[in-house]
């Protein structure tokens, strides 16, 4: 039986040189976590939160599943939201979807994937949500559209939580970001989509329902 124990040759030869290089290192990291973001992401293997912003162990709340999806009846997802914000106190929460998106491009296809078409549906509504803004475009201009209005969308959604609008409630300084990671190129696009409060929320709303 392969117990994969190349893996944890790995682990120490990273724990010797991290201690090498920072001798109470995992000693500090123990006592206290204090992050100041949140991060929900993709769950790709190619999109590594701390890695992407050269933030250490400690720095970053993360959350990750398919295609960095926001759904109110995810309890995992909103477990993590509350946790982050009621406990840990994070002034960001940061909604990362990434070009090149397995789960975009299989919301966008028309084949059947099994149990994940139900996930994918949320992102089916985004697309037809903002049906008209695709006429006219090719494949990867259609998968790179939807992976943007996909963020911009699940920003809405975690605003749009209790657990949010509690925090703006009792006067938290909490903001809510959207950016997409560029595989190609390892660069964030800020989406332009910071929202802080709720009354920057409703301007949000009723800027996207004069589009329609």
Known sequence: MDKLQHIFERNRVWASKVKE???????????????????IGCADSRVPANQIINLPPGEVFVHRNIA???????L??????QYAVDVLKVKHIIVCGHYGCG?????????????????L????DVNRFHADKFKGLNTQEKEDLLCELNVVEQVTNVCNSTIVQRAWKRG????????????????????????????ELYAKIDSASADY
């Open 121 to 124: 549906r949320h992102i089916k």
């Open 172 to 199: 938290d300084e909490l903001s809510v970001h959207g950016w997409v990671y560029g595989i190609h190129d390892g660069i964030l696009k800020d989406m332009d989509v910071c929202i802080s409060s709720p009354e």
């Open 21 to 39: 290089e920072q001798s109470d290192f995992f000693l500090k990291l123990s006592e206290q976590q204090a992050p100041e973001y949140l991060w």
């Open 103 to 119: 789960g975009i491009k299989a919301a966008l296809d028309s084949c059947e994937h099994g149990l994940i078409d139900n996930w």
């Open 68 to 74: 960095n999806v926001v759904v109110h009846t995810d």
């Open 76 to 81: 995992n997802c909103l477990s993590v939201i």
